[in-house]
């Protein structure tokens, strides 16, 4: 079986657990998650199946979207609601829903983000968890992420929490927003809770449980499940070529377009009855494109 599976992830596994529970329910071990999700956060979580493991770098990098709870009033090490707390300011006045809509607003855009400490970024050949835990410092490298909408949902002064909505380039860290939304309203802060709710095409609705997935199985029904590499792909620009150019596609050529057959900040899909490569434009003439990744 090939295609990408919407998994619904519970709370209390890893990415890479996911990946283990369904290597036994699909019996293959060609199967790869498409950006990790944190043990305790639930939400969606592609999976590719089979040859869909091959695209799997083009879905980690889809936009996602989060319901995130943020917690005034403390600071943790992890930015979440399991580290040991590590500032902490009592919250007299929590901020009115109009102040908080206005700071979201100033997150609206490209911003800055430098990845918490405790995360799998690497620096130096090590990932800053390695460093945390033992509690060695290092410098952390700044990247620009971009939150296309970002929306007040709930607002609870009694806790001292509010939790919103986001959408968001791949890379986005939610536990460093949270903080430093925290920040711009003048407190501490963390997120306190998390949910998934999109990435790329698959929503919430879409997605499968692991229950489900067994019972699929038992069925003889698993394959339902799968979503095509094609449709997974939507989003980028396609193109339907004749068995002469699946042959230069197939041998990896570079080809000749027209100037605007696509998008020039989108890949191009290439197939005829299947998937046969992923193209670029050619960075020195833009009636030709490359291949960025052939499939056949």
């Not at 980690?60 to 902490?88: F, N, P, R, W």
């Amino acid at each position: 079986m090939n295609g990408i599976l919407p998994l619904w992830k519970p709370a209390g596994l890893t990415s890479h657990d996911c990946v283990a529970k369904l290597r036994r329910i699909f019996q293959t071990k060609k199967v790869g998650h498409t950006g990790t999700l944190d043990p305790e956060v639930e939400g969606v979580l592609g999976i590719c199946i089979g040859r869909a493991t091959r695209v799997s770098p083009f879905l980690t990098q889809m936009d996602k979207t989060y319901i995130a709870e943020c917690s005034l009033g403390q600071a943790t090490e992890t930015e979440d609601a399991h580290g040991a707390v590590i500032d902490e300011k009592e919250v007299e006045c929590f901020p009115s829903e109009a102040e908080i809509v206005d700071v979201l607003k100033t997150f609206s855009g490209e911003i800055i983000q430098v990845p918490p400490m405790y995360s799998a970024v690497k620096v130096k050949g090590k990932r800053l968890y390695e460093y945390a835990r033992n509690n060695e410092y290092v410098e952390r490298p700044s990247r620009t992420v971009e939150i296309y909408a970002i929306d007040l949902l709930h607002v609870d002064s009694n806790s001292h929490t509010f939790s919103f909505s986001v959408k968001c380039s791949a890379g986005t860290y939610i536990r460093t927003l949270c903080v430093d939304i925290g920040k711009a309203l003048g407190f501490p802060a963390h997120m306190s809770q998390l949910e998934r709710t999109e990435v790329g095409p698959f929503t919430a609705s879409e997605t499968i449980t692991f229950d489900e997935l067994e019972q699929l199985k038992e069925t003889g029904q698993l394959a339902q499940s799968l979503v095509s590499i094609e449709d997974a792909l939507i989003s980028f620009d396609r193109m339907n070529v004749d068995q002469v150019t699946a042959k230069k596609v197939s041998h990896g050529q570079k080809l000749h377009v027209e100037k605007d057959s696509f998008t020039s900040d989108h890949l191009l899909v290439m197939h005829d009855e299947e998937l046969l490569a992923i193209y670029e434009r050619h960075p020195e003439n833009n009636d030709m494109i490359k291949p960025y990744r052939v499939f056949v």
